[in-house]
């Protein structure tokens, strides 16, 4: 089993839509949980940490659910520049961070 | 303006020519770590550093060496390169605070190509 695992997607959503997607994790030691936004196969740039309970950004909200194992990105009024690949990554505590292989969101006009 | 800076960004060689691509930060971050990036596979850890002359193995080192000589610097080496690290790497760093660890920094990419 992977240790990160992400629905690959694509999700294919109208401008003003709210999409979203889960990702789960294998290892329960695992101590903090990060989303991080990469565009047509440049640089991940960092979105959105969440180290308790979850976190909310403007239109992105994550959830962590300790007990299922998984955190999830909620994104309100889907813009267009919202497109993208949405990569999960958790740290295991042990300075070793593993990615998932990302979810791949569209956003139509 | 904060960055990394991973040199060269494009590369294609043959099989078996040592090569480095070389990172750089001015961040004045104790952590660096190359990645790979495959379809279907997503990131995957190759060696990290938390602070000069101290490196680690990730979850696919073979194949590959680091050095960290300065802080700003963590250079790849692929000794004898082979078709299979065909990929494209990233460089990234952060501050080797525990959760802070995961707030990472990346570079542009390098896509190598091995023939």
């Known amino acids: 089993r992977k240790e990160v695992e992400q629905d690959p997607g694509p999700f294919n959503v109208p401008e003003g839509a709210t999409v979203a997607f889960n990702c789960t994790y294998s290892?329960?030691?695992?101590?903090?949980f990060f989303w991080y936004r990469q565009d047509c196969r440049k640089e991940p740039k960092l979105l959105m940490s969440?180290?308790?309970s979850g976190n909310e950004d403007g239109r992105f909200t994550a959830q962590l659910n300790r007990a299922s194992q998984y955190i999830s990105l909620l994104i309100r009024d889907s813009k267009l520049s919202d497109s993208a690949t949405y990569l999960c990554?958790?740290?295991?505590?042990?300075?070793?961070?593993?990615f998932g292989a990302g979810t791949t969101v569209t956003v139509r006009a | 303006e904060a960055q990394v800076t991973q040199n060269p960004r494009y590369l294609i060689t043959v099989t078996g020519k040592k090569l480095t691509v070389t990172c750089s930060q001015n961040m004045n971050h104790e952590y660096m770590s190359w990645y790979r990036q495959d379809p279907g596979l997503g990131l995957r850890q190759i060696y990290y550093?938390?602070?000069?002359?101290?490196?680690d193995k990730g979850d696919v080192p073979e194949g590959y060496k680091v050095s960290r000589k300065e802080k700003r610097n963590f250079p790849l080496i692929l000794e004898s390169p082979s078709p299979n690290q065909t990929s494209l790497y990233f460089c990234a760093s952060s501050f080797p605070d525990g959760h802070r660890t995961g707030e990472l920094f990346f570079g542009e990419g390098s896509r190598l190509t091995v023939l």
């Open positions: 550093s938390m602070n000069v002359e101290v490196t």
């Open positions: 290892n329960s030691a695992s101590q903090s």
């Open positions: 969440v180290y308790s």
């Open positions: 990554a958790v740290n295991r505590g042990d300075y070793k961070l593993s």
